[in-house]
């Protein structure tokens, strides 16, 4: 069971594919900061948020922003030694950027939480359908399952 687990973490590993992804995040910049911002209008307009929850919002992006910055720094490092990197390095480096991940779905969990308390009921119900996108992301997954059980 290990072993698969093994298996199925370095088949979804970033490794070569954010290498071979340095010319495009050089020349177009998009990167995870820019998508950040991208995320936090868009969030900010499907919640329709009034300006007594502002404030919560303001530490929300403020969140995201931090993350996004954690994982540029990291994602840059594992491109910059991708060509260098041992596969222990490697791994290392995948184990780097899912930890900040982890962390930071830990770092906003308590300020989203206090913007959630402070929601209609149609908020919250936009922000249930918002963090509800891996029911329609993965349902392919499923679906292929079954087709190759």
Same mark, same amino acid.
């Given at each position: 069971m290990a072993a698969l687990m093994v298996v199925a973490a370095l088949a979804c590993a970033p490794g070569p594919l954010l290498a071979d992804d340095k010319a495009d995040r050089d020349d177009n910049k998009v990167d995870h900061q820019v998508r950040a911002e991208q995320?936090? &209008?868009?969030?900010?307009? &499907?919640l329709h948020l009034v300006s007594t929850q502002e404030e919560g919002w303001a530490k929300v992006a403020q969140v995201l922003r931090d993350n996004a910055r954690v994982m540029d720094t990291l994602t840059q490092k594992r491109v910059d030694h991708a060509e260098k990197m041992s596969a222990v390095d490697d791994l290392?480096?995948? =184990?780097?950027?899912a930890q900040a991940h982890v962390d930071g779905v830990h770092n906003m969990i308590p300020v989203f939480s206090e913007l959630y308390a402070s929601m209609t009921d149609a908020q &919250?119900? =936009?922000?249930?359908?918002?963090?509800?996108?891996?029911? #329609?992301? #993965?349902a392919h997954h499923k679906r292929d399952h079954k087709e190759g059980s």
């Open positions: 995320r936090i &209008k868009k969030m900010h307009a &499907k290392q480096s995948y =184990a780097e950027i &919250k119900n =936009a922000a249930d359908a918002l963090f509800r996108h891996g029911k #329609h992301k #993965h």
